[in-house]
C-alpha cells in the first residue's frame, strides 16, 4: 500500500476503532465527519486512475462502514460506489481497463435493497452496459435482490428484452439460480424468458463490430443458458429449446412438478449463505478468576475442547472427558457431507485470562465482543484471514463461534456479539458474529444445540419432541455426551436433504430409510395443493445406533425407534410451525414413533379439515420401514 496511503488511513483512524460507536450497538450516529472524510479521500484517489491499487484498498473499508452507518453517510457511502462504477478513465501505462469500477459493481450489490435503483440505473446506463465486466456482477445483485422483492424481479425480467444483448447473456444464468417461493413466479420468469431469447439473435445482429462466427457463438452459448434457466424452474429435462417450448405450450396453464423450494429447500441461511461447504469454527476459552469461576485446569483440559470441536471421527461410545463426541463429525454426519467445519486459526484459543468477573453483567452480546476482543489481542487471532468476501467485516456466514466461559452456573444460549474492530497484520476487521455460549459443565447436546443457532436453526422444545432433534430440550449441566441429530425439517430447510413428494390424497406407498447421500428412499413429504406449500407432512426414519444397525452415530440417544411423522405449519395457522405427531394417536409433540403394524388416524391439517388419509406402517424384506396411504 505505499507510505502516503499508510499516512492518509492513520490520520482517518482505519486502523483505530474511532468510527463504530461501542456504547450501544443499537444506537447508530450519522453524519460523521470521519466518514465524510474517509469516502472524500475515497473519491480523489478514484479519480485518479494511476492510484487504482490504493483506491481499491480503501474501496473495502468504505464498503464495510455502510451496515454500520445512518441515512445520511449511507447515500454518501453508495454514491460514492456508484460514481465509481461510471469510471472509465485508463491509466497512461495500462491499455486493459481498471479494476475499481468492477470491484466497485461487486461491492454494489453486497448494500441490499438500498443499492436496487442504482444497479437498475447503471445496467441501462449506455457506457457501463456495453461492459460484460461491469454488467456480469450488476445482473447478479440485481437476481439476487429479486429473491425478496418483486419490484427487483420485474426489472429483471423487463431488462431480458433490452436492446444491449449482454444484459440478457448476464441475466439469464443468474435466473438458473433463482428460488421463487410460488409457481405464479415460477411461470413469470419463464413466460418473460422465453419470448426474450426469441429474439435475442436478432439483437447480436444489431451489434456493430462483431464477426459473423462470433455472432454464432453469443447466439448458442445464450440458447443453451437460456435452456438451462427454463429446465431448472421447471424442473424438467428438454433436450433442446423446441422440444421445451413445445412442452410449455401443453403446460403453462396446467399445475407444474412442485419443486422442493416451495416447502423451504435450502431457505435456512445466514446473511444469505447457505450452510454448504466449509465454514471456520472458533473456540475460546475464557476463564475468569474468584468465587464461581473454577479454572479450567480443575474442570476440562483445552484438549477435551478441540477434540470435542475437531475431531473428525470419535468412536462410540463418547466419554467426558476422555473421548468426547465431536461437533465437526456431529455436522458432516447430518450434512450429509455437505457442510463441514474447519479450523479458524488454531481452532481452539485459550485459556484466556479475563481477569475478575464485571462487577455488573453486561450481558453475553459484549462480554462476547470483550472476549474476541482479547482473542486478537492475546491469543493470535487473525480476523482479516477469516473475510471471506473482503468487504472488511466478518459475520455469521463467515465464522462460527463458540465461547467456553468458566462460569457455574452458566445457561447455554446463543447471542450476536456486540461489534468490535480490530487490527492485525492482514487490515482492520469488523467482527460481529452469532456466538454460541457453553460452561464447564455444559454437555455435547447443548453446545450442539447452540451452534446449530449459528447455522439459523429453531428452537423446537415449545411442544414437546423431547429427545427428537437437537433443536428440543436437554439438561443444562449434565457434563455428558448424549446426542440426538437434526429433525428432517431442519435438514430439509438447510439444503442437506431432498425428501420425495407426494399429494396425500393419491394412494400409494413408499420405503422410508436412513437420509443419507445419494440415497433415493430417504425421508417423504405429503402436501396437498389446496392448502399450498406453507403447511406439510414429512416422514422420515430413525433409530438410536444402539438399537439399529447402521443408525447414523449421533442420534444416539434419540427416543425411540421407528418412522416419526412432522407436521409442519406456518405460524399464521395457530399451530406449532413442527411438532411431532406422535404414536398411537398423533399427539402433538409425542416422541412414540410409527413401527411396523401401525395404523395412524386419518391425518387433518391445522385449520381442522381431515385430510381422509391415514399411514399404514409395514416393513421390507431388508427390515426397512415402508408407509402406505
Known amino acids: 500500500m505505499g ?19 461501542k456504547a450501544d450497538p443499537n444506537r447508530i450516529v450519522d453524519d460523521l465527519p470521519e466518514v465524510r472524510r474517509r469516502v472524500e479521500t475515497f473519491e480523489k484517489l478514484a479519480k485518479d ?75 441501462v446506463d449506455s457506457r457501463v452496459n456495453k461492459e460484460m465486466l461491469r454488467v456480469a456482477p450488476l445482473a447478479a445483485g440485481l437476481v439476487k435482490l429479486a429473491l425478496g422483492s418483486p419490484d427487483a424481479l420485474e426489472a429483471a425480467l423487463r431488462m431480458l428484452d433490452d436492446s444491449n444483448p449482454r444484459l440478457f447473456m448476464a441475466l439469464t444464468p443468474g435466473l438458473a439460480a433463482f428460488e421463487p417461493d410460488t409457481q405464479a413466479r415460477r411461470k413469470r420468469v419463464c413466460g418473460a424468458l422465453l419470448p426474450a431469447c426469441e429474439t435475442f439473435s436478432v439483437r447480436v445482429d444489431r451489434e456493430r463490430g462483431l464477426p459473423g462466427d462470433e455472432r454464432a457463438r453469443i447466439v448458442e452459448n445464450a440458447n443453451v443458458a437460456t435452456l438451462a434457466t427454463l429446465n431448472a424452474l421447471t424442473l424438467q429435462e428438454q433436450s433442446s429449446l423446441p422440444a421445451f417450448k413445445a412442452w410449455y405450450a401443453r403446460n403453462k396453464l ?12 435450502r431457505r435456512m441461511r445466514v446473511n444469505g449463505h ?7 469454527l472458533l473456540v475460546v476459552l475464557a476463564e475468569y478468576t474468584g468465587a464461581g469461576h473454577p479454572p479450567f485446569s480443575t474442570t476440562h483440559p483445552a484438549r477435551y475442547y478441540d477434540e470435542l470441536a475437531f475431531r473428525p471421527a470419535p468412536a462410540r461410545p463418547f466419554s467426558t472427558p476422555e473421548n468426547p463426541a465431536s461437533l465437526s463429525a456431529f455436522v458432516q454426519e447430518n450434512s450429509n457431507g455437505r457442510f463441514a467445519f474447519i479450523r479458524a486459526g488454531a481452532g481452539v484459543v485459550g485459556p484466556l485470562n479475563m481477569g475478575g468477573f464485571y462487577e455488573v453483567d453486561p ?49 447455554p444460549a446463543n447471542r450476536i456479539s456486540a461489534p468490535i474492530v480490530v487490527s492485525d497484520p492482514g487490515g482492520t476487521t469488523t467482527v460481529s458474529v452469532a ?19 449459528s447455522l439459523g436453526t429453531e428452537d423446537l422444545y415449545g411442544s414437546g419432541n423431547d429427545m427428537l432433534t437437537t433443536m428440543g430440550a436437554y439438561s443444562f449441566d449434565s457434563d455428558d455426551q448424549a446426542s440426538v441429530g437434526l429433525d428432517a425439517w431442519h435438514k430439509l430447510v438447510l439444503g442437506w436433504i431432498e425428501p420425495r413428494v407426494y399429494q396425500v390424497q393419491a394412494s400409494a406407498g413408499a420405503a422410508i430409510d436412513f437420509d443419507r447421500l445419494n440415497r433415493t428412499n430417504g425421508s417423504v413429504l405429503f402436501w396437498d ?76 391439517w391445522s385449520d381442522g379439515i381431515g385430510t381422509h388419509t391415514s399411514f399404514q406402517f409395514t416393513s421390507t424384506s431388508s427390515g426397512s420401514p415402508f408407509v402406505t396411504w
Not at 441515512?71 to 453508495?78: E, F, K
Not at 396446467?254 to 429447500?265: E, I, T, V
Not at 459443565?441 to 447443548?446: H, L, R
Open 3 to 21: 507510505l502516503v496511503l499508510s499516512c492518509v488511513l492513520a490520520f482517518l483512524g482505519i486502523v483505530q476503532d474511532s468510527v463504530l460507536p
Open 49 to 123: 486512475p494511476e492510484r487504482d491499487a490504493e483506491a481499491l484498498t480503501l474501496l473495502d473499508s468504505v464498503a464495510a462502514l455502510y451496515a454500520h452507518s445512518g441515512p445520511h453517510d449511507r447515500g454518501r457511502i453508495l454514491n460514492s460506489i456508484v460514481a465509481c462504477v461510471r469510471l472509465f478513465d485508463a491509466p497512461r501505462r495500462m491499455d486493459e481497463a481498471r479494476n475499481l469500477p468492477v470491484a466497485a459493481a461487486e461491492r454494489l450489490t453486497g448494500l441490499g435493497t438500498d443499492a436496487l435503483r442504482p444497479i437498475q440505473g447503471l445496467l
Open 254 to 265: 396446467q399445475g407444474w412438478p412442485q419443486s422442493l423450494r416451495a416447502f423451504g429447500y
Open 274 to 280: 447457505a450452510a454448504l461447504g466449509t465454514r471456520p
Open 363 to 411: 450481558g453475553p452480546e459484549q462480554r462476547s465482543a470483550d472476549i474476541l476482543a482479547r482473542a486478537a489481542a492475546l491469543g493470535g487471532m487473525r480476523f482479516s484471514d477469516l473475510d471471506a468476501d473482503h468487504d472488511g467485516s466478518v459475520g455469521s456466514d463467515e465464522l462460527v463461534v463458540v465461547i467456553v466461559e468458566n462460569i457455574v452456573p452458566l445457561l
Open 435 to 453: 456466538v454460541a455460549f457453553a460452561g464447564p459443565s455444559t454437555p455435547f447436546f447443548q453446545i450442539a444445540h447452540e451452534t446449530m443457532h
Open 529 to 604: 395443493p389446496s392448502h399450498g406449500p406453507g403447511e406439510f407432512f414429512l416422514l422420515e426414519r430413525r433409530a438410536s445406533v444402539d438399537q439399529e444397525e447402521p443408525a447414523p452415530l449421533y442420534d444416539a440417544n434419540v427416543a425411540d425407534t421407528g418412522v416419526v411423522i412432522w407436521h409442519v405449519a406456518s405460524p399464521s395457522s395457530g399451530a406449532p410451525k413442527i411438532a411431532a405427531c406422535g404414536a398411537p394417536s398423533l399427539a402433538v409433540g409425542g416422541n412414540s414413533m410409527w413401527k411396523s403394524g401401525a395404523l395412524s388416524p386419518t391425518l387433518a
